[in-house]
């Protein structure tokens, strides 16, 4: 949840941003390249996290990664 609200806030970011450098015209045609970067980081992200975790089990011992102990 919160990797996609910062996903969110980053396209908005950009979107202010580039509006501000080069109008809000163009950087209207930037969202949807904006909004792909931010699915594909997502799940890339989601599958390293994934396999980080399958592949160490001891992480799950030292921290909070969003399981819960035994899984």
């Known amino acids: ?5 910062a996903g ?10 580039g509006g501000i450098l080069s109008g809000f ?5 930037e969202i949807v390249g ?5 699915v594909v980081g997502l799940i890339v992200g989601a599958a390293l996290f ?6 160490y089990p001891p992480l799950v ?6 399981v819960k102990h035994g899984e």
């Open 50 to 55: 994934s396999a980080v975790r399958k592949a």
């Open 8 to 17: 969110i806030w980053k396209v908005f970011g950009y979107f202010i941003a």
């Open 61 to 66: 011992r030292m921290g909070n990664l969003g």
């Open 34 to 38: 904006n909004s792909f970067q931010m």
């Open 25 to 29: 015209g163009p950087a209207l045609g």
């Open 1 to 5: 949840v919160g990797s996609l609200v």
